[in-house]
């Protein structure tokens, strides 16, 4: 017969093996999340075509409100970092708020998948509510798996880089399909479908081993960690501050409006060559995707270093997209990417490392809500940009 003592040593070797455990379903549930994403604002211009929009986004008072409907991608992930998923889905612990996410994904996703084949232009208000679910599905997502998945060993690591791995199947992957001829319809189609199946990986695989801090996080539990504010938000203050840099300088210039400032054929000066468009933002997506992916790895390794580095990083960035050559745009996205990557993997690890059994989904919602202030500003930016690229442009040639 089993004493309780041996009883009681057995269930702590199991949490402690679970604790130690590495769960690589992680990467596969939180890829779609990022394959959604990247359908939001990398396939907007050709969405735009759908909604009689020649340009994608420029001109008539039409183009304007298309524009703001798919900022709401932006804008619904702002809200719901912080205030949102803890305070209308409070009632939820941050495991099953995984689940809502990844639904109100399916959710934007088949909607974009229906509106996208339409034989004419349909009404601008399913471009709000689109890209408002797929919004919530961002803002919810990634503090909520991040707290669930702190204590399962190097797990985090798999939700870190299977974000680039996402975002590349549709910035690289689907770009280069496009250029066979395949409907970029198709994307919205697929991302819903593995959505799907990211739900049903969870529930086998994460959900029945999250951690008990993460079964019992409730808007309370919130409310006093941001009275306490002092006790947690001078730690990670230098990486937020950082971090808005970042992430306005990717939505500004990553793709944003680089997408606008070369023509249907871009030609290689230096090279003596010319590319289709399609396949010059494919070169500059591949470095995005180089760089981003491989500071995660690298970086990861690293202890955590001052977030002025990437700060640099991304001054450099911008000095080089503003050049407007395109010889060396792909090295500007590559410098975007480690920048983002590298600031991302070492702030979840500090993060992680720093609050244990404190203030952790809190420290993370503020963190990535800070992000999303840039994000969506420079999203918005994107518009009154051009112009000033036309100019800088005039200016070189």
């Known amino acids: 017969m089993i004493s309780s003592v041996d009883t009681a040593d057995l269930l702590t070797e199991e949490a402690s093996s679970t604790k130690d455990k590495t769960y690589i379903s992680a990467f596969f549930i939180t890829a779609p999340v990022f394959i959604g994403y990247a359908c939001c604002f990398s396939l907007q211009h050709r969405l735009g075509n759908v909604f009689g929009l020649a340009d994608g986004a420029a001109g ?8 703001i409907g798919t900022s709401f991608v932006y804008f619904f992930n702002l809200i719901f970092r912080v205030i949102g998923h803890n305070l209308l889905f409070g009632c939820f612990s941050p495991r099953v708020r995984v689940i809502i996410a990844l639904a109100s994904m399916i959710v934007g996703q088949t ?6 084949m339409a034989k004419s232009p349909p ?8 890209y408002a679910f797929c919004g919530v599905c961002e803002g919810s997502y990634c503090p909520n798996m991040f707290n669930v998945v702190n204590n399962l060993g190097k797990t985090r690591q798999q939700v870190v880089t299977a974000i680039p791995f996402g975002v590349s199947l549709i910035t690289i992957l689907g770009f280069a399909l496009f250029s066979f001829g395949m409907p970029f319809q198709l994307c919205y189609m697929f991302t819903s479908v593995c959505t799907f199946g990211a739900i049903i990986l969870y529930l086998i695989k994460i959900y029945p081993v999250a951690n008990t801090s993460a079964s019992t996080f409730s808007f309370k539990d919130f409310f006093n960690d941001f009275k306490n504010i002092k006790e947690w938000f001078p730690k990670i203050w ?10 306005f300088c ?28 399609d396949a010059f933002i494919l070169t500059c997506n591949i470095g995005n995707f180089l760089g981003d992916l491989l500071s995660r790895i690298v970086m990861d390794r690293k202890r955590i270093i001052n977030p002025m580095f990437f700060f640099i990083l991304l001054i ?38 720093l609050f244990v059994d404190k203030y952790h989904l809190t420290a993370m919602s503020t963190w990535l809500f800070v992000g999303d202030i840039g994000s969506t500003s420079g999203s918005n930016c994107v518009q009154p940009m051009r112009p000033v690229l036309v100019g800088i442009k005039q200016i070189e040639y």
């Open 250 to 277: 990717l939505s500004l210039f990553n793709p944003g409006c680089t997408l606008y400032a070369f023509n249907e054929r871009v030609h290689y000066k230096l090279l003596g060559f010319t590319l289709p468009h």
């Open 60 to 67: 008539n008072s039409r183009s304007y409100y298309y524009g």
């Open 111 to 116: 909607m974009l998948s229906v509106v996208a």
């Open 123 to 130: 009404h601008l208000a399913w471009v709000f509510i689109s």
């Open 238 to 247: 230098g990486h937020c501050l950082v971090f808005i840099i970042n992430m």
């Open 316 to 353: 450099f960035g911008i000095i080089t997209n503003l050049a407007l050559i395109p010889e060396i745009t792909p090295l500007a996205s590559f410098v975007f990417g480690w920048a983002n990557g590298g600031l991302y993997t070492q702030t979840t690890k500090l993060i992680g490392l």
